[in-house]
């Protein structure tokens, strides 16, 4: 494994997974797992969604999939979603990694789960592991590979991988704004009032409706695995379970939406996702430009779906800081992100202000 590799370390403290009845059903289901084998569990550390376990066994490395404990959102913990994106995915598009099971008898660990071969590489995280530099050429070529793909991604024949009725295209922005809306008033811990100003611009401003495409909605620099021998390639992409079929422009909004740039602004820091800040990253309107070009797609709306992106993902935020709040998960890295939702809501009222990205 290369040292700036991914890597898996304790499980974390209430995130543990019953051993023997994982070890058991592994073991019969994956023909790869002899009856004899050992199995051991490790957690990778990061990731504020669904729980992600490295599995070994015979040799082999595995991730597990589960939702998170205490969680009540099941439409964005749907294991049976995630795995049947890959299983449509993986057999042609190399970048979706290979679902080998899913399980939906929550006897085994109290949820649903699936199990995939592990992608080893490089995750881009805040900041640089350690000991890997990127020159500023490098950085740019990374940044232009990653909103390439998505391009390549959102061209995709969803209708000949079976998954037309992954989603429903006619009316997604709509219900979008709708449900993210109501996704915060049922979780609303505190008054803030750039988060009531953002979704009511959003409610007035949206686009008419435009061509659909399968969409990951979580594209960015984390959830994409890259070559430890050439750090610039893209060799995996993550976190399917809320991909579905929609407007390509809210994928590409809710990736800016993560994307921190010099200027921004010392609050902005606690949001950054990646080293997105270093010399020679794009700027969310040189992403903008970038997308347009390559995909041939009309952004003049790109306002909107930036704001919708910092808005669902300071709704997001705010379901995990209410999970907190309630007690339901005890992960100390979630009491600050109330934050983060004051900072995202703020920045699509500044953006707003601005009339730019």
């Known amino acids: ?55 070994r066994a015979a040799g082999r490395e595995y991730v597990l999939r589960r939702p998170p404990f205490g969680s009540k959102v099941k439409s964005a913990h749907d294991m049976g979603r995630e795995y049947r994106v890959l299983s449509a995915l993986s057999p042609v598009y190399p970048l979706a990694p290979q679902p080998l099971l899913y399980c939906d008898d929550e006897s085994v660990l109290g949820a649903k789960f699936y199990v995939m071969r592990r992608v080893s590489g490089i995750i881009l995280r805040k900041d640089l592991p350690a000991g890997l530099e990127l020159s500023a050429e490098q950085v740019r070529t990374l940044c232009e590979s990653l909103f390439d793909e998505l391009c390549h991604l959102h061209s995709l ?129 040189e992403i903008v430009e970038r997308y347009a070009r390559k995909s041939g797609r009309d952004l003049s709306d790109a306002l909107f779906y930036y704001c919708f992106g910092l808005f669902k993902t300071a709704v997001v935020l705010q379901q995990i800081y209410y999970r907190y709040k309630q007690g339901l998960t005890r992960d100390e890295r979630f009491a600050a992100l109330i934050l983060g939702v004051r900072v995202l809501a703020n920045r699509g009222v500044e953006a707003i202000q601005l009339g730019h990205v």
């Open 1 to 55: 494994m290369s040292e700036h590799a991914d890597r898996a370390g304790s499980v974390r403290a209430g995130e543990e997974l019953q051993l023997e009845p994982l070890a058991a059903y592994l073991r019969e289901q994956l023909d790869e797992i002899p009856a004899d084998a050992e199995v051991a569990v490790e957690q990778f550390p990061r990731g504020h969604s669904n729980l992600t376990y490295l599995i």
């Open 157 to 285: 024949d969803y209708r000949a991988l079976g998954l037309a009725d992954l989603g429903r295209p006619a009316g997604y922005v709509e219900r979008q704004v709708t449900g993210w809306t109501q996704r915060y008033q049922d979780s609303q811990t505190d008054e803030i009032e750039s988060v009531l100003g953002l979704a009511k611009w959003l409610a007035d401003h949206r686009p008419p409706e435009r061509d659909a495409a399968l969409i990951h909605n979580d594209y960015k620099l984390d959830n994409v695995v890259l070559d430890p021998a050439q750090p610039t390639r893209i060799i995996g992409i993550l976190d399917w379970e809320m991909s579905t079929i929609g407007d390509p422009l809210m994928d590409l909004g809710t990736s800016l939406s993560y994307w921190v740039e010099p200027g921004d602004g010392d609050d902005a820091e606690f949001l950054r996702w990646g080293p997105t800040t270093r010399p020679g990253a794009l700027s969310r309107r």
